[in-house]
Nanobody, 128 residues
Framework: QLQLVESGGGLVQPGGSLRLSCATTSRFIFDQYAIGWFRQAPGKEREGVSSMSLGGGSTNYADSVKGRFTISRDNAENTVYLQMNSLKPEDTAVYYC????????????????????WGQGTQVTVSS
């Protein structure tokens, strides 16, 4: 049973925008876990893009996306969003959302090893 479901990926031209959604099927996960966005390009390791600690108390961004991406949450929809603006070809990857529980929930970590629940991923392609 999937507990995290990503959507919103697609093909966009350089300079364009996309908004990714991570819907949690469990209110407990949404309230008690940190949520992170990660991406993996072909032949590369999975890297952290942005994250939000338990309840949205703190956020974190990779240097490569600061000023362009924004993470947010909608408490009514149990959904975490990643707004991606000024997209570049190097942003092309499969994007995953993940949830971190326990002691890892209090920090907005960008390290994949801290996350124990993962979605299935959504493809983002930035190309002209």
């Amino acid at each position: 049973q999937l507990q995290l479901v990503e959507s919103g990926g697609g093909l966009v031209q350089p300079g364009g925008s996309l908004r990714l959604s991570c819907a949690t099927t469990s209110r407990f996960i949404f309230d008690q876990y940190a949520i992170g966005w990660f991406r993996q390009a072909p032949g590369k390791e999975r890297e952290g893009v942005s994250s939000m600690s338990l309840g949205g108390g703190s956020t974190n961004y990779a240097d490569s996306v600061k000023g362009r991406f924004t993470i947010s949450r909608d408490n009514a929809e149990n959904t975490v969003y990643l707004q991606m603006n000024s997209l570049k070809p190097e942003d092309t990857a499969v994007y995953y959302c993940a949830a971190a529980g326990g002691s890892s929930s209090w920090s907005a970590s960008l390290s994949p090893v801290n996350y124990d629940l993962w979605g299935q991923g959504t493809q983002v392609t930035v190309s002209s």
